[in-house]
């Protein structure tokens, strides 16, 4: 079956970016959110394209409601949507609570927690069958960090991602008879250039030791949990939080 409608935020890089290519190669189309590096989605774009995918770049910040209205419009016009990945997320620079302002901690619930729900908003109005659509996936993008807490690094972040836990149980209850399943996925250190913004290049790699594998994941890794929360094949799966980590 093909053209079903995915969409991946922050599809430009990282997990998201990994997350499009496996979407595209299950046959969606994918809608390729980016906050500002149009260079990075265009490639994922054209990756896509020149494996006879189809997909389009749209530029969309989740801490700004009229981009999100922009990006699910935009979807609108590529087709039926089938599934969000509610994946753009940032980490702050390491730092005590003790040393975070009101600014930092208002951006990363704005763009982390309101965000992400705001596309779900979107989302649900178009595939819940109550609202005449056909169904579909949510998969949000939490983090083990939910648990963990993450003392001295980022406890704003860590409880951003806890909300996202509690956001996809209840979300999940709330449209399960509707057609609309709902799952998080919690990674655990994945290397991307998501520690590079928080100040920490190195930082995964630095905490490996941590893991239980002894390794850091991929995001190809984590993409193909994702694509297997999309498919039938998890068919049963809903209100759930699948900790891919490699045992953290
Ligand atoms: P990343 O490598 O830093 O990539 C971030 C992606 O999100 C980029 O495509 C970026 O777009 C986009 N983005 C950033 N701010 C945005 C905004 N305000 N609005 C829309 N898009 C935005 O991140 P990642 O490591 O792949 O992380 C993806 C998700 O997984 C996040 O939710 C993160 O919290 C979660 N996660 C990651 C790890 C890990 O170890 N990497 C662990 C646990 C959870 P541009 O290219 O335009 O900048």
Same mark, same amino acid.
């Given at each position: %079956?093909?053209?079903?409608?995915?969409?991946?935020?922050?599809?430009?890089? *990282?997990?998201?970016?990994?997350?499009?290519?496996?979407?595209?190669?299950?046959?969606?189309?994918?809608?390729?959110?980016?906050?500002?590096?149009?260079?990075?989605?265009?490639?994922?774009?054209?990756?896509? /394209?020149?494996?006879?995918?189809?997909?389009?770049?749209?530029?969309?910040?989740?801490?700004? /409601?009229?981009?999100?209205?922009?990006?699910?419009?935009?979807?609108?016009?590529?087709? =039926?949507?089938?599934?969000?990945?509610?994946?753009?997320?940032?980490?702050?620079?390491?730092?005590?609570? &003790? &040393? %975070?302002?009101?600014?930092?901690?208002?951006? %990363?619930?704005?763009?982390?927690?309101?965000?992400?729900?705001?596309?779900?908003?979107?989302?649900? @109005?178009?595939?819940?069958?109550?609202?005449?659509? @056909?169904?579909?996936?949510?998969?949000?993008?939490?983090?083990?960090?939910?648990?963990?807490?993450? =003392?001295?690094?980022?406890?704003?972040?860590?409880?951003? @991602?806890?909300?996202?836990?509690?956001?996809?149980?209840?979300?999940?209850?709330?449209?399960?008879? /509707?057609?609309?399943?709902? !799952?998080?996925?919690? #990674?655990?250190?994945?290397?991307?250039?998501?520690?590079?913004?928080?100040?920490?290049? &190195?930082?995964?790699?630095?905490?490996?030791? %941590?893991? #239980?594998?002894?390794?850091?994941?991929? !995001?190809?890794?984590?993409?193909?949990?994702?694509?297997?929360?999309?498919?039938?094949?998890?068919?049963?799966?809903?209100?759930?939080?699948?900790?891919?980590? *490699?045992?953290?």
């Amino acid at each position: %079956m093909m053209h079903k409608v995915c969409i991946v935020t922050g599809g430009s890089r *990282g997990i998201g970016r990994a997350t499009a290519l496996a979407a595209a190669k299950r046959r969606y189309k994918v809608v390729v959110g980016y906050a500002s590096n149009k260079a990075a989605a265009d490639e994922v774009v054209a990756q896509i /394209e020149s494996s006879n995918g189809k997909a389009i770049a749209v530029k969309c910040d989740v801490g700004n /409601e009229s981009d999100i209205l922009t990006l699910f419009k935009a979807a609108d016009q590529f087709g =039926p949507l089938a599934a969000l990945i509610n994946n753009a997320g940032i980490v702050g620079v390491t730092s005590r609570v &003790d &040393d %975070m302002s009101a600014e930092r901690i208002q951006r %990363m619930m704005a763009i982390n927690v309101t965000g992400s729900i705001l596309c779900a908003r979107e989302a649900v @109005k178009r595939m819940s069958t109550r609202h005449g659509g @056909k169904g579909g996936v949510i998969v949000n993008l939490s983090s083990v960090a939910a648990k963990l807490g993450s =003392p001295n690094t980022y406890v704003d972040y860590a409880a951003s @991602k806890g909300a996202i836990d509690s956001f996809t149980v209840g979300l999940g209850y709330e449209v399960a008879n /509707e057609g609309i399943r709902v !799952a998080a996925i919690r #990674p655990g250190l994945i290397d991307t250039d998501i520690h590079a913004s928080g100040g920490e290049p &190195d930082r995964a790699h630095r905490l490996s030791h %941590m893991v #239980p594998m002894k390794r850091v994941g991929t !995001a190809e890794e984590i993409a193909n949990a994702i694509v297997w929360l999309m498919s039938d094949d998890a068919s049963y799966v809903t209100s759930a939080i699948l900790d891919v980590s *490699g045992g953290r």
